[in-house]
């Protein structure tokens, strides 16, 4: 199975990160990716970029080399409200709605600090209503333990994608494969629906889903679940949610007619 998108990947900005976004086109393109996002960290992570930079965003091209690039970011789920809000339970402001293509919305201790499976469970369904999120990044992290049936059934009802990310394989979340393992027997249970994402802190690993890979093998799991594998099916996806850039790369898409579906 080729995954041809990937949706998430944190450059320099987030400083905890080691490459430039023209790294990361690079990579992309000796990848094999035709898709890739940018999404560095929301405001309260505390190495995050200055909110303007995710504003910036606009000035990137929407097509290097041939590979798209969406603009996005990994928002943090929130023990409190956001700000001035009173019911945003992950850091977006609204002004910061329109620049972006699609947002991930993540547990990090430094932001949350674990609770009871109960706590963890309401403040990801929290996260998942909110309207604001498109994505839940590394659901299956350990540290914070979920009632995955109830996660599976809320994301499926609000059109939200659930990420498997190989990198909690591999440097990251230590203990996650079980918890990935059971999520996706409940997904494809639930006929729902996953992304893929490498959660790249350098470039060389953008596009990389090898482990991944081999548990969905493994588990005989439909790959018509997984909304990342083509451009196709994410900007579909995103374009249910109302975003532009759906349309902004039609043209774009057009130009891959073997690799649509």
């Not at 097509?63 to 928002?75: Q, S």
């Not at 439909?222 to 909304?227: A, G």
Request: aromatic share 8%.
């Amino acid at each position: 199975m080729k995954i041809l998108c990937d949706t998430h990947s944190h450059t320099i900005a987030s400083t905890h990160a080691y490459s430039t976004v023209h790294d990361y086109i690079r990579d992309a393109q000796a990848n094999g990716l035709q898709l890739f996002s940018l999404t560095d960290h929301g405001p309260t992570m505390p190495d995050a970029p200055h909110p303007w930079h995710f504003g910036n965003m606009k000035i990137l091209p929407r097509v290097v080399e041939n590979i798209a690039i969406l603009r996005a970011i990994e928002a943090n789920i929130l023990p409190e409200p956001f700000a001035n809000t009173r019911d945003r339970y992950v850091d977006l402001p609204d002004g910061m709605l329109g620049y972006l293509d699609f947002a991930i919305a993540s547990f990090h201790e430094p932001v949350f600090a674990p609770g009871s499976v109960r706590e963890n469970t309401q403040a990801m369904i929290r996260a998942i209503t909110s309207g604001v999120i498109q994505i839940i990044g590394h659901p299956g992290n350990p540290k914070f333990p979920v009632d995955q049936d109830e996660i599976v059934r809320a994301a499926k009802d609000h059109n939200v994608l659930l990420e498997i990310n190989n990198s909690s394989f591999l440097q990251s979340r230590n203990g996650s494969e079980p918890h990935c393992r059971s999520l996706l027997e409940l997904i494809d249970k639930h006929a729902g629906q996953v992304s893929l994402g490498s959660d790249a802190h350098i470039s060389f690993d953008v596009g990389r889903f090898d482990y991944t890979l081999g548990i969905l093998e493994e588990l005989g799991f439909d790959e018509r679940r997984i909304t990342t594998k083509t451009p196709e099916r994410f900007l579909a996806f995103l374009a249910t949610h109302g975003k532009p850039v759906a349309t902004e790369l039609a043209p774009w898409l057009a130009t891959l007619p073997a690799t649509r579906g």
